[in-house]
């Protein structure tokens, strides 16, 4: 019944490490983002994939790496962890980026990831 | 640049009335959006709104005006369980939603 998934929950790791978050939408949504919320509670876009293409990059570090297996689909990997890292990520999807007066984003359930 | 404006925190009684307001400075603008977010969960939506004035949804409004930058949220007859963050967020004419930080709302007995 999920509409917005993500695993795993809670995530502790070593600095310097390669982790995967992976997230999954069954709303039938052409769009899907990620976003880092940090611990003054900003969330800011990290990549928005629309029909497997980036439409959105900020300015990410490119130890981040979005990957979209399929439509429903869009995992985040993460290389040589670095303690600014920790923070919460949420994914989210949306029908269609375009039609904005559809684009209401529904949210995963977030990713606590804590680097040591 | 771009940025929303809301307040930080703000407190209020049980059964009581708020209202939360955002200003926003965006490149464009393709309609405005509420989100709530409890404590270590993800953001809800609450409202959107793209034409000038109010819309209501049970205890819930949101205002709009988009000559001044400005909106609210208004929620009424409050209860323990409003106690939350919210969250203001501007769709640009890029389609970008930019993100206020969110206010804290605490509720009080």
């Known amino acids: 019944d999920t509409a917005v998934s993500q695993t795993p929950k809670y995530l502790v790791t070593q600095m310097g490490n390669d982790k995967s978050i992976k997230c999954e939408q069954n709303?039938?949504?052409?769009?899907m983002y990620w976003y880092k919320q940090d611990s003054k509670k900003f969330l800011k876009i990290m990549f928005s994939y629309n029909n497997k293409e980036l439409i959105i990059n900020e300015t990410v570090p490119n130890r981040f790496s979005p990957k979209s297996p399929d439509k429903a689909h869009l995992n985040l990997h993460i290389n040589s962890l670095e303690l600014g890292d920790s923070a919460v990520y949420f994914c989210?999807?949306?029908?269609?980026?375009?039609?904005?007066?559809?684009?209401?984003?529904?949210f995963g359930p977030g990713t606590r990831l804590t680097v040591l | 640049g771009q940025n929303i404006d809301q307040p930080t925190e703000m407190t209020a009684t049980e059964g009581a009335i708020v209202q939360i307001n955002c200003t926003y400075q965006t490149s464009g603008f393709n309609g405005l959006f509420w989100y709530q977010q409890h404590a270590g969960e993800a953001p809800t939506f609450l409202s959107y709104?793209?034409l000038d004035g109010l819309e209501e949804k049970g205890r819930f409004s949101s205002f709009l005006s988009r000559s001044k930058g400005y909106s609210y949220l208004l929620l009424k007859e409050l209860q323990m369980k409003d106690s939350a963050s919210y969250l203001c967020?501007?769709?640009?004419?890029?389609?970008?939603?930019?993100w206020g930080a969110g206010t804290k709302l605490i509720i009080k007995p």
């Open positions: 989210a999807s949306s029908s269609d980026i375009r039609e904005a007066h559809t684009d209401t984003q529904y």
């Open positions: 709303l039938g949504h052409d769009t």
């Open positions: 709104n793209v």
């Open positions: 967020a501007v769709m640009n004419s890029n389609y970008q939603l930019i």
